[in-house]
């Protein structure tokens, strides 16, 4: 323990410079903005803005970036209480009660108990990385391929078990993503796969066009300017503080969605998402008053927004201790750690724990800052929603095509962004999730090489993958979701059922 | 009897059309052995997942929605927008960033949208310029100067 925090005060002296509060600070902003305009998520934010960091030094450049990832979750509640848009996926279930308090006057403390709330929840959830990342780190050293391979393919099953889309839809959308990592120069004989003599494409698909046309271009083109118009509700300031009822109300659903959003946060999936609707299905079945839920209970803005938040946090333990991207913001912030040539994994801590430490320290100051940033500034960040989508949509296509440029200086990036625009609007129209295909692509370098060099080792002998007791573990573990979900397909009834019923109960109301 | 063409019967029939394609480009991949595994190993063995899964998707077609019902009302929308994006795209080097990106930024905002001229050519121009100025000259991140810049 003493170590440890010999370590934080190490991450301080980093996180506490002019220089690294300032992209702190600017991550946060970013975020903040990424996550109250509609169409624009953080993966396409933190995509877009990757190449501005490459003349910055690697935490300095992660500092910025996972500013806006967890920035976006702050932000995110803001048009879903406003406006009753959520302006970020996980801000869905805020919409539902969030509104319901801004309609009935209640908009600035709805706003001041989900920024409390994610305060409270971002804070938790970096004192739990903080002491859990550091010894999972160390475990890890004691994996080998074999362990590697185990570990992945627990991955993609955790992430097509926790999905909202069927864990069918989600393996398919894992298996694109891996096939087209598999494009490029094979590192292990030389064959160039799949590369139809385009030179670029030689080093393989890079993962900011694929993101970016996914999830930013593909986002725009499914939505029609004309459907952006809402009404806001502006926030009157002098009402911004809850009363002593409102506090009493929120206080124990934002602990349990602090525990809970960090729990699901570690698991691969859209753990940000899964774990708003898990904390307002949980406060809503151990409330006295479930039928005050759709019509403003507190509890169904606290709960939520503590939950997405302490989740984003928990999803960092995986990638910073294992190399395990648990999603693909997280597979992004990997991508943005190795062009700064800085990998991820049971390494990072001791080869580079200025990076790690500066990075847990300045998500303490950057929870900070975004609770001084976005209470008093809720009425600046609400003009911003005042610009009209059909004027803000172009300037987004632009900056993805500046992104996607400036990466490697390559025209055939962009073109790849474009055409995958298309394959996310296809996604969408045909109703799966393009995020595993972002996770397939992330891992598929690493799967490979430790697949290959597990069966090379053991000269052709598949048992390896069950005979060391640690990739034994992961593969049952793989059995036992696979087994689960098998039975849920069979009785018809499992928890993704569930959720869908409070969401549309939610909406009736 | 009839049978309606539901949304998973295209979604599923597309991937193993998709999958089989890639896989007769695979040819020349070596599989390779169990003890020495070849470059076509990983990329055969998920062309036959994602086939399988298209398969499963397929059979449980029934449970999806007619094709018919899919929305495609936003289509005429996101085509101009993508047809706009891929000239930009095909001028950026050539043209330069301030001419493609003006020119990207007013096709849409007058072409696509029908707002005012004067307004769509103000702000087309202006934030090109500062965008310019952001990346170019504040950030040291070369953009494509083309003809002009």
């Known amino acids: 323990m003493e170590s440890t925090l010999d370590s934080l005060a190490l991450g301080f002296s980093v996180a506490l410079r002019p220089d690294v509060l300032l992209y702190a600070f600017i991550g946060c902003i970013v975020g903040t903005l990424v996550g109250v305009l509609p169409g624009i998520g953080p993966l396409a934010g933190i995509s877009i803005l990757l190449p501005i960091t490459f003349g910055l030094d690697a935490t300095k450049a992660i500092v910025m970036l996972a500013g806006i990832y967890y920035g976006s979750q702050y932000g995110g509640s803001t048009t879903s209480i406003l406006m009753?848009?959520?302006?970020?996926?996980?801000?869905?279930?805020?919409?539902?009660?969030?509104?319901?308090?801004?309609?009935?006057?209640?908009?600035?403390?709805?706003?001041?108990?989900?920024?409390?709330?994610?305060?409270?929840?971002?804070?938790?959830?970096?004192?739990?990385?903080?002491?859990?990342?550091?010894?999972?780190?160390?475990?890890?050293?004691?994996?080998?391929?074999?362990?590697?391979?185990?570990?992945?393919?627990?991955?993609?099953?955790?992430?097509?078990?926790?999905?909202?889309?069927?864990?069918?839809?989600?393996?398919?959308?894992?298996?694109?993503?891996?096939?087209?990592?598999?494009?490029?120069?094979?590192?292990?004989?030389?064959?160039?796969r799949y590369s139809f003599d385009i030179k670029e494409l030689g080093d393989g698909i890079g993962i900011v066009p694929v993101a970016v046309g996914l999830f930013g271009l593909g986002e725009i083109l499914s939505t029609p300017s004309k459907s952006m118009t809402a009404k806001v509700i502006r926030p009157r300031l002098a009402e911004l503080l809850p009363n002593r009822t409102e506090?009493?109300?929120?206080?124990?659903?934002?602990?349990?969605?602090?525990?809970?959003?960090?729990?699901?946060?570690?698991?691969?999936?859209?753990?940000?998402?899964?774990?708003?609707?898990?904390?307002?299905?949980?406060?809503?079945?151990?409330?006295?008053?479930?039928?005050?839920?759709?019509?403003?209970?507190?509890?169904?803005?606290?709960?939520?927004?503590?939950?997405?938040?302490?989740?984003?946090?928990?999803?960092?333990?995986p990638m910073l201790a294992l190399g395990l991207p648990t999603g693909p913001v997280t597979a992004v912030l990997m991508a943005a750690l190795l062009i700064h040539g800085v990998p991820p994994g049971p390494q990072l801590v001791n080869e580079h724990p200025q990076v790690f430490w500066g990075f847990i320290a300045s998500m303490y100051v950057g929870n900070l800052m975004l609770l001084a940033l976005n209470l008093p500034l809720v009425g600046l960040f609400v003009s911003v929603l005042r610009i009209p989508y059909a004027y803000l949509y172009p300037l987004i296509i632009m900056f993805c095509i500046i992104g996607v440029y400036e990466v490697s200086h390559s025209v055939v990036d962009v073109w790849i962004m474009l055409?995958?625009?298309?394959?996310?609007?296809?996604?969408?129209?045909?109703?799966?999730?393009?995020?595993?295909?972002?996770?397939?692509?992330?891992?598929?370098?690493?799967?490979?090489?430790?697949?290959?060099?597990?069966?090379?080792?053991?000269?052709?002998?598949?048992?390896?993958?069950?005979?060391?007791?640690?990739?034994?573990?992961?593969?049952?573990?793989?059995?036992?979701?696979?087994?689960?979900?098998?039975?849920?397909?069979?009785?018809?009834k499992d928890w993704r059922g569930k959720l869908a019923e409070v969401e549309e109960v939610g909406e009736k109301r | 009897m009839t049978m309606t063409l539901r949304r998973d019967h295209v979604a599923g029939g597309g991937f193993i059309v998709g999958g089989a394609l890639i896989l007769a480009v695979s040819g020349d991949l070596p599989f390779g052995t169990l003890a020495s595994p070849g470059a076509g190993m990983l990329p055969k063995l998920?062309?036959?997942?994602?086939?399988?899964?298209?398969?499963?998707?397929?059979?449980?077609?029934?449970?999806?929605?007619?094709?018919?019902?899919?929305?495609?009302?936003?289509?005429?929308?996101?085509?101009?927008?993508?047809?706009l994006a891929a000239a930009a795209v095909a001028l950026y080097v050539p043209l330069g960033f301030v001419a493609t990106m003006s020119l990207l930024l007013f096709g849409l905002i007058y072409g696509v949208e029908r707002k005012p001229l004067l307004n769509s050519a103000l702000f087309s121009v202006g934030v090109t310029g500062l965008a310019y100025l952001l990346f170019n000259t504040l950030l040291k991140s070369p953009l494509p100067r083309g003809l002009w810049f």
């Open chain 1, 84 to 192: 009753r848009i959520p302006g970020e996926a996980s801000s869905v279930m805020t919409c539902i009660d969030g509104y319901a308090m801004a309609q009935k006057g209640r908009a600035g403390a709805a706003l001041c108990i989900a920024a409390v709330g994610s305060f409270i929840a971002g804070t938790f959830g970096v004192i739990v990385l903080t002491v859990v990342a550091p010894p999972l780190a160390s475990f890890a050293l004691r994996f080998g391929p074999p362990e590697y391979v185990g570990l992945l393919v627990l991955g993609l099953i955790f992430l097509a078990y926790m999905s909202s889309t069927s864990l069918v839809r989600t393996l398919l959308m894992a298996a694109v993503g891996l096939l087209l990592g598999c494009i490029g120069i094979d590192v292990m004989s030389g064959h160039f």
């Open chain 1, 247 to 317: 506090w009493r109300q929120a206080a124990m659903p934002i602990a349990r969605g602090s525990v809970l959003g960090f729990l699901v946060g570690i698991v691969p999936g859209s753990a940000h998402i899964i774990s708003s609707f898990l904390s307002y299905a949980l406060e809503k079945r151990i409330s006295r008053t479930p039928e005050e839920f759709g019509k403003g209970a507190v509890a169904g803005v606290a709960g939520p927004e503590s939950a997405n938040n302490s989740a984003s946090t928990g999803a960092f333990v």
């Open chain 2, 46 to 83: 998920v062309i036959g997942l994602m086939m399988a899964f298209g398969l499963i998707v397929l059979l449980r077609a029934g449970d999806s929605p007619p094709f018919a019902a899919v929305a495609w009302g936003d289509l005429p929308h996101g085509a101009r927008v993508i047809a």
């Open chain 1, 419 to 492: 055409i995958m625009g298309g394959v996310g609007y296809l996604l969408r129209k045909f109703d799966f999730d393009p995020a595993p295909l972002v996770l397939g692509l992330v891992i598929a370098p690493t799967f490979e090489l430790s697949l290959r060099q597990s069966l090379v080792m053991s000269g052709g002998d598949w048992t390896i993958f069950f005979s060391r007791p640690i990739a034994a573990t992961l593969f049952a573990i793989c059995g036992v979701l696979l087994a689960l979900s098998a039975l849920s397909f069979l009785t018809r």
